[in-house]
């Protein structure tokens, strides 16, 4: 059987009494954005572990690019292709732009010159050339994610795990944020998955989405399709007991 390039079977994921993923079915398309949806408690942040590895599923699969990575190890999805960021950045805050970017690349084996040289591409890419020597804890959100970028990009992805990339940012800060996205995918070939809130930048940035509640996938389709979606629009609502 052919798969997509990421695929998700059936994956139920349990803590205990409480199920944050209930038989999860979704499939990413190599080189298009696909944005996860849902409100809080969904099981949104909880797909994004499974699939990084932080978290086994109680049952089901997971496969990228067609082998199946349900036991592998976090550092075993890395080097095979699978970043993430997170909602709320951890940088080091008491060492330079560059410096983090660098702790990154010396996981992967690099030299330090050589990660020094390096460093400086992924930096210059996500628009962050001017804080390069800042000490990380002076950077703004929007500079935070940027600089979160930059370490992904230095695991050399193939699948990167966005996780509400714009939440914290000032608004005036988002187009440019966003366009270091869209960039990520045209320049660098990166296939993207994005947990967002924003409805708007979404539909700016997304080619399909899934939306889940309760654990549970409800709609599949469009951005614009899920949007306008009933069962969607009255869970955002408040009414978390709309069926699909």
Known sequence: MQRNFLETDRVTVAFGGIVALKDVSLSVVQGKTTAILGPNGAGKTTLFNAVAGAVRPTSGKVYFQGADITNASPSRRCHAGIARTFQITQPFGGLSVRENVMVALAARGV??????????????????????????????????????????????????????????????????????????????????????????????????????????????????????????????????????
């Open 111 to 244: 030299t330090m010159k050589e990660a020094r040289a390096e460093a400086s591409t992924y930096i210059d890419f996500v628009g962050l050339n001017a804080k390069a020597e800042d000490p990380a804890r002076i950077l703004s959100t929007g500079q935070r994610k940027r600089l979160e970028l930059a370490r992904a990009l230095s695991t050399h992805p193939k699948l990167l795990l966005l996780d509400e990339v714009t939440g914290g940012v000032d608004r005036p800060s988002i187009p440019e944020l966003l366009d270091v996205i869209r960039r990520l995918r045209e320049e660098r070939g990166i296939t993207i998955v994005v947990v967002e809130h924003n409805m708007e930048v979404l539909l700016g940035l997304a080619d399909n989405a899934f939306f889940l509640n309760r654990g549970e996938v409800v709609v599949t389709g469009s951005v614009e399709e899920v949007a306008d979606h009933e069962a969607v629009r009255r869970i955002y609502l408040g009414d978390a007991d709309v069926a699909a």
